[in-house]
C-alpha cells in the first residue's frame, strides 16, 4: 500500500543531470552541507520498503571512491539507482550480481548476508522481507551535515516508517536511535509491542546475535524466512 504523502523522488528519478536534489529541497544552503555529494543520486531507501517485514532504519548513505567512480560511470548502475527511487521497483539493488563489488555491495554482504547466511536466511529471503531506510537520504563522506529541522524531503521517509508500523513490521534501529524517535515518536510506542528493536552498537550496524540479543534476533530470522 503506498504512503499517504507525495514521493518527492519520483522526480529526482527524472532528473538527467546534478545536483539531484529533491525539489522540496532546492532551498537548503548547500554551503551549510560541505559533506554533501549532490552529484550522486540519493538512496532514502533500499528494499522493498512498502511490504517488508523486517526494516533496518540507518543514518545516511555513505561515499566511497568506489561507490562514486561506479555510479558516476556505469549507467546501467545509475538506471537501477533511479528505478530504485520508486518504492513499486525498490530492491536491493547492491546485491545484483553486477553491482554486488561497490561498495555498498561489499557493506551489505559484511553487515546483513553473511551474519544472516549461516542461520539459513538466503538471498530471495532478503529480497523479500528485508528492506533499509535511511533517516538523511543525500550521500556525503562523514555524517556531519547541520540540520536545525529535517528537510523536507525526509518527511517521506519518516512516513515509510509509519507504514511499516502499520504493516506490523520489525523495525530495527541500528543507527542515531534518538534522531528516529524525534522524527517518528510512534517508534516510543511501538517499542513496547517488542517489534521495535534497539541495537546494541550503532557503531557496528551488524545484524548478529551479539548486537540484537538472541531472542530478538531469533524474531528477526523468523520473519526474513516467512
Known amino acids: 500500500?503506498?504512503?499517504?504523502?507525495?514521493?518527492?523522488?519520483?522526480?529526482?528519478?527524472?532528473?538527467?543531470?546534478?545536483?539531484?536534489?529533491?525539489?522540496?529541497?532546492w532551498d537548503i544552503k548547500l554551503a551549510d552541507f560541505y559533506s554533501l555529494r549532490v552529484e550522486l543520486l540519493p538512496?532514502?531507501?533500499?528494499?522493498?520498503?512498502?511490504s517488508a517485514k523486517v526494516i533496518c532504519l540507518l543514518l545516511n548513505p555513505g561515499c566511497g571512491e568506489t561507490e562514486e567512480n561506479v555510479e558516476l560511470d556505469c549507467q546501467e548502475f545509475q538506471q537501477a539507482l533511479r528505478d530504485n527511487l520508486d518504492p513499486a521497483k525498490s530492491?536491493?539493488?547492491?546485491?545484483?550480481?553486477?553491482?554486488?563489488?561497490?561498495?555498498?555491495?561489499?557493506?551489505?554482504?559484511?553487515?546483513?548476508?553473511?551474519?544472516?547466511?549461516?542461520?539459513?536466511v538466503t538471498r530471495d529471503d532478503l529480497d523479500r522481507n528485508f528492506a533499509i531506510i535511511e533517516y538523511f537520504p543525500y550521500h556525503s563522506k562523514s555524517a556531519n551535515f547541520n540540520l536545525s529541522d529535517p528537510l523536507e524531503s525526509q518527511?517521506?521517509?519518516?512516513?515509510?516508517v509509519r507504514q511499516a508500523i502499520r504493516n506490523n513490521a520489525i523495525i530495527l534501529i541500528m543507527r542515531s536511535e534518538?534522531?528516529?524517535?524525534?522524527?517518528?515518536?510512534?517508534?516510543?510506542?511501538?517499542?513496547?509491542?517488542?517489534?521495535?528493536?534497539l541495537a546494541h552498537s550503532s557503531r557496528n550496524a551488524i545484524l548478529s546475535e551479539a548486537n540484537l540479543g538472541a531472542e530478538n534476533f531469533t524474531k528477526v530470522i523468523k520473519a526474513l524466512k516467512s
Not at 45 to 50: H, N, Q, S
Not at 155 to 160: K, P, S
Request: proline share 9%; glycine share 6%.
Open 1 to 25: 500500500m503506498p504512503v499517504d504523502i507525495p514521493n518527492p523522488w519520483l522526480e529526482v528519478a527524472k532528473q538527467k543531470n546534478p545536483p539531484y536534489l529533491a525539489k522540496c529541497d
Open 43 to 50: 538512496q532514502p531507501y533500499i528494499g522493498k520498503v512498502l
Open 91 to 120: 530492491r536491493l539493488v547492491h546485491l545484483d550480481n553486477q553491482f554486488d563489488w561497490t561498495n555498498g555491495g561489499k557493506w551489505l554482504r559484511q553487515k546483513i548476508v553473511n551474519p544472516l547466511a549461516s542461520h539459513g
Open 155 to 160: 518527511r517521506y521517509g519518516f512516513e515509510l
Open 178 to 197: 534518538k534522531l528516529w524517535f524525534e522524527a517518528v515518536p510512534e517508534l516510543a510506542s511501538y517499542r513496547q509491542t517488542g517489534n521495535c528493536i
